[in-house]
């Protein structure tokens, strides 16, 4: 079992960046593949962006490909999600997740950190 923690999410203007960070603890995190979901009011959660443990397998949301990369830090139990060139309709709550499967369908991740507000205004 594996505890996540989300930090990073706040307010930024359009064109801006912001670097989200999720932290695990309670278990080896390199066993566990992870995802950046979001959630925008009225809308479906999405995946974000995804790795697996192994590192060969990555997606992205094909509106945030070229704007948003995600890395892992195994040896820091971390991953995290640089977002550049903001956009409005990037504002969303956002969440890690995290398990064990390779390649994880958008509902079988089985642990979740808390989410964070990520606002994309002037």
């Known amino acids: 079992q594996v505890q996540l923690v989300e930090s990073g999410g706040g307010l930024v203007q359009p064109g801006g960046s912001l670097r989200l960070s999720c932290v695990a603890s309670?278990?080896?995190?390199?066993?566990?593949?992870i995802a950046w979901f979001r959630q925008a009011p009225g809308k479906e959660r999405d995946i974000v962006a995804a790795?697996?443990?192994?590192?060969?397998?990555?997606y992205y949301l094909s509106s945030v490909l070229g704007r948003f990369t995600m890395s892992r830090d195994n040896a820091k139990n971390s991953v995290y999600l640089q977002m550049n060139s903001l956009k409005p309709e990037d504002t969303a709550v956002y969440s890690c997740?995290?398990?064990?499967?390779?390649?994880?369908?958008?509902?079988?991740?089985?642990?979740w950190g808390q989410g964070m507000q990520v606002t994309v205004s002037s």
């Open positions: 790795m697996s443990w192994s590192g060969g397998s990555t």
């Open positions: 309670g278990d080896t995190f390199s066993r566990y593949s």
């Open positions: 997740a995290a398990d064990l499967r390779l390649v994880p369908g958008r509902d079988e991740y089985e642990y």
